[in-house]
């Protein structure tokens, strides 16, 4: 049983490119949320997908935009890269509301 | 805003000993609580939840504990073993579906 995959692995670009990330959930899984993990920080929820709609999202610009997919894969895009977007950026995928979140193993984004 | 806390930011431990994690929060809706391992190179992998309902939950050498008036929660590691070596999150959730992290405590076990 496959867990949550998630490409490229590392990624390197620069200031004002665009990023496309990619995730596959869990099988079974129907939902899938986004987290940036600084340096030295805990992940912070950038957005959800539910039925691919954004169900919900946290404090991040517009610049941050997502999408899901009717097998449930999702891709994260980032637009105008600042060199602060640089992070480890987890995907996680759940059952429908269910708590428990299973993570993979993330894409570590630089911007130079 | 950070609303789910952790001091700690690194905890050396013997190994065979207990290890005592320390999460605080500052948002009283929260009603579900959550600890994940974090080795090097994966994901977070969740270890432990417990309800707001509950003062108490254990699994295996595992307890997680969780004190409401003080919006305080810890985990309990006995036996330390070296496989526990890794970056310990908190997280904290109520009915909006994202997880709140705090920044981690990294456990080392000495042999």
């Not at chain 2, 320390?22 to 579900?32: G, P």
């Not at chain 2, 090097?40 to 008036?69: C, H, Q």
Request: glycine content about 8%; proline content about 5%; hydrophobic content about 30%.
């Amino acid at each position: 049983d496959a867990g949550v995959t998630q490409s490229p692995t590392h990624l390197i670009k620069t200031r004002g490119q665009q990023v496309t990330l990619r995730c596959s959930p869990k099988s079974g899984h129907d939902t899938v949320s986004w987290y940036q993990q600084a340096l030295g920080q805990g992940p912070q929820f950038i957005f959800q997908y539910y039925e691919e709609e954004e169900r919900q999202r946290g404090n991040f610009p517009d610049r941050f935009s997502g999408h899901q997919f009717p097998n449930y894969s999702s891709e994260l895009n980032v637009n105008a890269l600042l060199l602060g977007d640089s992070a480890l950026y987890l995907c996680a995928s759940s059952l429908g509301s269910a708590f428990e979140q299973f993570f993979g193993p993330g894409t570590r984004l630089t911007v130079l | 805003d950070q609303q789910v806390k952790q001091n700690s930011p690194s905890l050396s431990v013997q190994e065979g000993r207990i290890s005592i994690l320390n999460c605080d929060y500052t948002n009283s809706m929260f009603d579900y609580f959550l600890w994940y391992k974090k080795y090097p190179a994966e994901g977070p992998t969740f270890l432990i939840s417990i309800s707001s309902i509950k003062d108490k939950n254990e699994d295996g050498r595992f307890t997680v504990f969780l004190n409401k008036s003080a919006k305080h929660l810890s985990l309990h590691i006995v036996p330390s073993q070296p496989g526990d070596s890794a970056v310990y999150f908190c997280a904290a959730q109520y009915n909006d579906y994202k997880l709140s992290f705090g920044a981690g405590t990294t456990v080392t076990v000495r042999a």
